[in-house]
């Protein structure tokens, strides 16, 4: 962030940070601080905030509030309530991939077993077909993308599908409880 002093108070601008030294120098009358490393540009804070809006950049504001680059405004406590919410769910989300890659290997190991001959290739369109958001093994059959060749052999990749959901079901409730514990801390 570039640390600039207006006339009435300080602010810090953000986001990338050469489009932000290239705002901060397009500003009339600006210098630079060397030793202090701030810029100064004499206008009010509002209105460097209005045109730091207008060019889309992040800016920190007097007493830790936030603006963010599309023109949001957070109150300090706002802003570090919505940090704190974005690094629990990004712990969570890290607990949750965990579980999910731990059934996606699980789910293809089922489906190894069930059928060992079949190739790596096969294993992976099978995975994608339990893995499909818009409907599973049901739509892939009613699709023409699949054709069982038995009804134990159906029942059989069902069985494993449900314990494949099983496991994402379980990955949700991980996630919940890290976000759980995490708050809690606070």
């Not at 932000?20 to 120098?25: D, E, I, M, Q, S």
């Not at 949001?72 to 969570?92: C, F, I, T």
């Amino acid at each position: 962030m570039i640390q600039v002093r207006c006339s009435d108070d300080s602010v810090k601008v953000g986001g990338d940070f050469s489009a932000a030294l290239a705002f901060v120098k397009a500003q009339p009358g600006r210098r630079y601080d060397a030793a202090a490393k701030v810029w100064i540009v004499p206008v009010a804070s509002r209105d460097l905030l209005r045109a730091a809006s207008a060019s889309h950049l992040p800016v920190e504001l007097p007493g830790g509030g936030h603006q963010t680059r599309y023109g949001n405004g957070y109150s300090a406590d706002e802003w570090q309530a919505l940090r704190r919410e974005q690094e629990v769910n990004r712990a969570a989300e890290k607990a949750v991939a965990a579980v999910a890659g731990d059934a996606i290997a699980q789910l293809r190991a089922d489906l190894a077993e069930l059928m060992p001959q079949a190739t790596a290739k096969q294993i992976d369109y099978l995975v994608g077909l339990i893995t499909d958001e818009d409907g599973g093994l049901d739509a892939a059959e009613m699709a023409g993308r699949i054709q069982f060749s038995s009804p134990a052999r159906k029942a059989a990749l069902i069985a494993i599908a449900d314990r494949y959901y099983g496991r994402l079901n379980q990955a949700d409730a991980v996630f919940q409880a890290a976000r759980e514990a995490a708050m809690d801390q606070d």
